[in-house]
């Protein structure tokens, strides 16, 4: 797995080191926002649901020619998970806010006004906040008489975020059209799984993971510089 992250961090690098050599080079500036529906990977398992939010940021591309260059961004993602009740009125929520930090391979295809593309690549993160959404004592569960306490998991509902800090593996697909040369208009659909746990993940712990994974759906817009 270290090999595979210092691949996906080198790589953009390598791949626009090479093609500069032979093409012309395109800075594009721009922004995005969109829609996430997350849940967490949690060891043991609890019963979940995806939960959404909104994400929004902005990005420098720099791309070659032919099929390959290199993107950066920096975004507001909301994250975090639901609980699954099945048919019961009890709900709860937990957002995580994280600003993040992608940078990514970017490879292209198609004509002059319409291409596809993926992106490819690691990304860091820092919670800068979280919030809980109930209409029940989640700090004590049990004392709801319709809480469903058979086989689940409650330790997480009131278990307080250790670790800020996250990193993982992200990767995109989308397409773009381009207006008038320096104007286009994009939309990906992009998918995040986190390697860090949010909560202690000892052996003493309750969870030995508890990491992120997330869909994300944006629109976007970028400006031709050079």
């Given at each position: 797995?270290?090999?595979?992250?210092?691949?996906?961090?080198?790589?953009?690098?390598?791949?626009?080191?090479?093609?500069?050599?032979?093409?012309?080079?395109?800075?594009?500036?721009?922004?995005?926002?969109?829609?996430?529906?997350?849940?967490?990977?949690?060891?043991?398992?609890?019963?979940?649901?995806?939960?959404?939010?909104?994400?929004?940021?902005?990005?420098?591309?720099?791309?070659?020619?032919?099929?390959?260059?290199?993107?950066?961004?920096?975004n507001f993602s909301q994250r975090g998970w639901a609980e699954k009740f099945e048919e019961s009125p009890l709900n709860y929520s937990r957002t995580l806010n994280y600003v993040d930090l992608p940078v990514m391979t970017h490879i292209f295809f198609g004509g002059r006004n319409f291409k596809g593309f993926i992106n490819l690549g690691p990304q860091i993160s820092y919670m800068i906040g979280s919030s809980i959404s109930s209409n029940f004592n989640y700090e004590d569960p049990t004392s709801n008489p319709s809480f469903p306490t058979t086989f689940r998991m409650t330790e997480q509902l009131a278990m307080p975020v250790k670790n800020k800090f996250d990193y993982g593996i992200t990767a995109g697909?989308?397409?773009?059209?381009?207006?008038?040369?320096?104007?286009?208009?994009?939309?990906?659909?992009?998918?995040?799984?986190?390697?860090?746990?949010?909560?202690?993940?000892?052996?003493?712990?309750?969870?030995?993971?508890?990491?992120?994974?997330?869909?994300?759906?944006?629109?976007?817009?970028?400006?031709?510089?050079?």
């Open positions: 797995m270290k090999k595979f992250l210092l691949f996906l961090i080198l790589a953009p690098w390598i791949f626009a080191t090479h093609a500069q050599k032979h093409y012309e080079s395109h800075v594009h500036v721009g922004g995005h926002a969109g829609i996430t529906m997350s849940e967490m990977s949690f060891a043991p398992s609890v019963k979940q649901k995806f939960t959404q939010g909104i994400t929004a940021g902005v990005a420098i591309r720099y791309a070659e020619e032919r099929h390959v260059g290199l993107i950066a961004e920096l697909l989308g397409c773009e059209g381009i207006i008038r040369r320096r104007h286009s208009v994009m939309i990906e659909a992009r998918f995040y799984y986190g390697l860090g746990n949010i909560f202690p993940s000892t052996k003493k712990d309750t969870f030995s993971a508890s990491r992120n994974v997330s869909i994300a759906v944006t629109l976007g817009y970028m400006f031709r510089i050079k």
